[in-house]
């Protein structure tokens, strides 16, 4: 295949079109999200640590790999490609492979207590679909928060401050709306009141 073929076959279209789909499947599962937490018979997030927790789901890997990659400046490990085992690895660079292994279990922890508390606050089939909408929620929320961080730059101008200020309260208040495990339990108490009643 020569390389007019090659270049083809993923275009600038293709791109746009994909971060185009991409954009809406994130922006459908915050909105749809942020509908059901309004609410009060779908549990988005118990409580606030189960939020947190959600969000290392893409913090973790970003901490992960900002830590790993300044410790391998500090090592100053050698370029080019190099076959090592990984009791080899782990033996020459003892902090960066603990930074791997710690980062790789929050990641983890993250992606299974996610998955666990949804399952466990709205069922097998409901909990496993607010799962997977969480993680588009958590993307989108992350990247409108990083996009205020360096869409002004910092000349001391307090507009820009202001604005940065409103953003950030904007999407706290946003974020806050998917905590409702509180609500969820109020209702269903009543319910059962009710029923007993």
Do not use: Q
């Amino acid at each position: 295949m020569d390389e007019r073929r090659k270049a083809d076959l993923f275009t600038k279209d293709d791109l746009a079109r994909f971060l185009g789909l991409a954009f809406v499947v994130l922006g459908s599962c915050t909105v749809i999200l942020f509908v059901l937490g309004c609410g009060s018979r779908v549990v988005v997030f118990a409580n606030r640590s189960d939020a947190i927790m959600s969000a290392g789901m893409i913090i973790a890997p970003i901490v992960t790999s900002v830590a790993s990659g300044g410790l391998l400046w500090l090592y100053e490990v050698p370029d080019g490609p190099t076959h090592m085992t990984t009791f080899e690895f782990v033996k020459a660079y003892p902090p960066i492979a603990f930074v791997l292994v710690v980062g790789g279990l929050w990641w983890a922890w993250s992606i299974l207590g996610t998955l666990i508390s949804s399952i466990r606050h709205n069922g097998l089939i409901i909990g496993s679909l607010v799962a997977i909408m969480k993680v588009g929620a958590v993307v989108s929320l992350l990247i409108v928060g990083w996009a205020a961080l360096i869409n002004y730059d910092d000349e001391g101008n307090l507009n820009h401050y202001t604005a940065k200020f409103f953003i950030f309260m904007a999407l706290a208040w946003f974020a806050a709306k998917f905590v409702n495990g509180k609500r969820v339990r109020r209702r269903m108490l009543n319910v059962s009141g009710s029923l007993s009643g």
